[in-house]
């Protein structure tokens, strides 16, 4: 299995960016996705996860209304829209494959991507 995340950039307050995961997996259509993030001295958290049909999506309180992760199946890609962007969104995003149990719990991926860098400028 295989992750690649793309689109991280320097963006500025307000501004957006959309995030891209493309996953190498041969069940990707019946596999849920997740992103997290992690700033700078913190540990990864939680940012959103989606279901293996997209019928439900998760998000962190922190994003919530500002960030929406949606999915392709035939492309066997996850994205992350990001609007509204603040600096304490500033981190590197990483994409992940959900095993089980509750999206929130990072212990709960088992494949990660190698992270994209994200920058929000004041």
């Known amino acids: 299995v295989q992750l690649q995340a793309s689109g991280g950039g320097l963006v500025q307050t307000g501004g957006s960016l959309r995030l891209s995961c493309a996953a190498s997996?041969?069940?990707?259509?019946?596999?849920?996705m997740g992103w997290f993030r992690q700033a700078p001295g913190k540990e990864r958290a939680f940012v959103a996860a989606?279901?293996?049909?997209?019928?439900?999506?998760y998000y962190a309180d922190s994003v919530k209304g500002r960030f929406t992760v949606s999915r392709d199946n035939a492309k066997r890609a996850v994205f992350l829209q990001m609007d509204s962007l603040k600096p304490e969104d500033t981190a590197v995003y990483y994409c992940?494959?959900?095993?089980?149990?509750?999206?929130?719990?990072?212990?709960?991926?088992?494949?990660w991507g190698q992270g994209t860098q994200v920058t929000v400028s004041s």
């Open positions: 992940a494959v959900f095993m089980g149990g509750r999206y929130f719990d990072i212990n709960n991926y088992n494949y």
């Open positions: 997996v041969r069940s990707f259509s019946y596999t849920d």
């Open positions: 989606i279901t293996y049909n997209a019928d439900n999506r």
